[in-house]
């Protein structure tokens, strides 16, 4: 199949398109930079070294024989993303390329309105380009789990059947999502409902949780080819987080009581969720939304994994929750979609002993311990 991945520069998109390469798979990876800007901006930078995209892409050309195809642009520009979809002609599109990270969104005024513009107006870019170009594309497009919050009911897979007043209906699974970044993907989400509704697309929604992990088997072949890992208080995510601060020996930054749950996911089984999306596209008109999770521990037991599987002493830092959500809630996520497809899990305790721990202490030098403390605050100053 041709596959263009958009966000191919990004965390996720870069070991995604060398997955589907190494497949065989015709693919193309699209990205404006963004990523790299805001470590300027921030004054952060990825734990582990990270090439440029060309040099990347020259460097798996060396290792797997396969060229990828390259489009430096913005889905912001409406006219270079139809004019790209026509060019490359892709079977699917796997859209990573958003501001991904909560506490950005919620820096100031600046920050969540160019999160939602972005994230809002690239995904709406990209369906009128799929619609104009060929609307066969199929889209399968990176959610979150965190759209829907923590509801008080079990989480369906995207859809709810609901009886009220004698009458049912299968309604969009209601939404109570807790950051600006996490409202743009549900934005997102009933635009491209609306678009398989109204002009008959295909896509597939991946309301994928929180990522954790490095290596892939392909980007572990060279270190040219290695993903970015981020620590810092805005775009590191949590068990990432963790295991730096283990190794440096820091606390443990568990925010409020740490009995927030959250659905997580190994960084392999990622790649391998895309390629089992992609690979079994949904039918034209139909908005399939699968949950993209392995194993679900609040943040508290994250932190006891770290502690207990880290060979020496580490403390765990109970700290004020700089944002606003629950921290005792009932969880239960119903995921069946993508092992229906053949997903085989990988486990959290192996991937932190075999690879994370190791992959740190050999960064280690490169870690700015200033970036490791929250300052981003979810409530407004002075209320
Ligand atoms: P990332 O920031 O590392 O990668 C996103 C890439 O998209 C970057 O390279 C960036 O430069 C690019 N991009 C952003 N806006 C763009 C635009 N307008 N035009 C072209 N390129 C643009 O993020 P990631 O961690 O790889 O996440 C990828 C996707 O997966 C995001 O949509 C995110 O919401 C979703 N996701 C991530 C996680 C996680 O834990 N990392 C979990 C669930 C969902
Ligand atoms: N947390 C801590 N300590 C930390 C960092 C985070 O206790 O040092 C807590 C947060 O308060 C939150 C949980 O850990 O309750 C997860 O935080 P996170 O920063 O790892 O993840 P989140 O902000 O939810 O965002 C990340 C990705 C985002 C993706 C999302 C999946 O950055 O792109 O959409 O995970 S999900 O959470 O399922 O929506």
Not at 153 to 160: R, V
Not at 320 to 334: G, I, K, L, S, W
Request: with cysteine; charged share 20%.
């Amino acid at each position: 199949m041709k596959v263009l991945v958009l966000g191919g520069d990004g965390y996720l998109g870069w070991p995604t398109a060398l997955h589907l390469s190494d497949r065989g798979h015709e693919v193309a990876v699209l990205d404006n930079g963004a990523r790299r800007g805001y470590d300027d901006e921030l004054g952060v930078t990825s734990l582990v070294p990270i090439r440029r995209l060309d040099e990347r892409v020259t460097a798996w050309e060396e290792v797997s024989g396969t060229r990828l195809g390259v489009y430096h642009g913005d889905l912001l520009d409406a006219e270079y993303v139809r004019a790209t979809l026509a060019e490359f002609g892709p079977d699917a599109v796997v859209h990573f390329a958003e501001q991904r990270s909560a506490p950005y969104s919620m820096l100031d005024r600046d920050h969540a309105t160019y999160t939602q513009h972005n994230n809002v107006v690239g995904t709406l870019n990209l369906l009128y380009g799929i619609a104009e170009t060929d609307p066969d594309i199929h889209l399968v497009k990176l959610g979150t789990l965190g759209e829907y919050g923590t509801p008080n009911i079990d989480i369906e897979e995207g859809w709810l059947t609901v009886e009220h007043n004698g009458r049912s209906d299968r309604v969009l699974f209601p939404k109570r999502p807790g950051s600006f970044y996490h409202l743009s993907k549900v934005h997102d989400s009933h635009n491209i409902e609306f678009a398989c509704r109204a002009w008959d697309l295909r896509a597939t929604d991946l309301n994928q949780g929180v990522v954790y992990g490095h290596h892939t088997a392909q980007t572990g072949c060279d270190e040219c080819l290695a993903t970015r890992f981020d620590y810092d208080a805005v775009f590191g995510t949590v068990l990432n987080r963790f295991v730096v601060q283990a190794v440096l020996g820091e606390p443990l930054t568990v925010y409020g009581s740490g009995g927030q749950t959250r659905g997580v996911i190994d960084i392999r089984d990622t790649v391998e969720c895309v390629r089992l999306a992609v690979e079994n596209p949904a039918a034209r008109g139909e908005f399939r939304v699968f949950n993209q999770l392995t194993e679900s521990f609040s943040v508290g037991e994250l932190a006891e994994l770290v502690v207990d599987t880290y060979p020496g002493t580490i403390e765990i830092a109970y700290l004020d929750n700089p944002r606003v959500e629950a921290d005792q809630h009932h969880y239960n996520v119903v995921s069946t979609g993508l092992p229906a497809l053949g997903l085989q899990p990988h486990r959290l305790a192996d991937t932190l002993i075999t690879s994370l721990f190791g992959l740190v202490e050999r960064h280690s030098g490169r870690v700015d311990r200033s970036a490791l403390l929250p300052t981003v605050q979810w409530r407004l100053p002075g209320r």
